[in-house]
């Protein structure tokens, strides 16, 4: 892989191979990295695109701010995550998916507590389950 340029250098250079290096075919560019970070006019990142050290493909998408508030992960067996993050960076809306079939949503209050869980378990059946504002106590739960 080429040297990354430095600062002032185009970066594209040292990633994009041009056409008489051989590296890839016809028009076809590429850019390989282990982190991607877009940031905005003001230099906030906005955007990061990744893979964390336990293995998970990561995407960020970040408020003016540079807080998270929505996320995809994908662990390197497969199971994914989309989460929607409040101000505070804590998971509000969860969305999970595994290699075995399970899938659910999870609904948080501002304090991190679960207040509604459903989704489809391995066996096909559904389930819904509504907690008091501890996160523990069930309300209903079906079936």
Do not use: H, Y
Request: hydrophobic share 35%; proline share 5%.
């Amino acid at each position: 892989m080429p040297t990354p340029k430095t600062i002032g250098q185009n970066p594209l250079d040292s990633v994009i191979p041009s056409p008489e290096s051989g590296e890839n075919s016809g028009n076809e560019k590429i850019i390989e990295a282990e982190k991607i970070i877009l940031r905005d006019g003001n230099g906030v990142p906005r955007i990061e695109l990744g893979v964390s050290e336990n293995g998970k493909a990561l995407w960020d998408m970040k408020d003016g701010a540079g807080i998270t508030r929505t996320s995809l992960e994908v662990a390197e067996e497969g199971d994914a995550k989309l989460l929607f993050k409040d101000e505070n960076g804590s998971g509000r809306i969860i969305v999970n998916m595994d290699q075995k079939g399970r899938a659910n949503l999870i609904l948080t209050d501002k304090g991190s507590e679960i207040r509604m869980a459903f989704g489809v378990l391995t066996s096909g059946k559904c389930f819904l389950e509504l907690f008091a504002e501890d996160g523990k106590t069930s309300l209903f739960r079906a079936p």
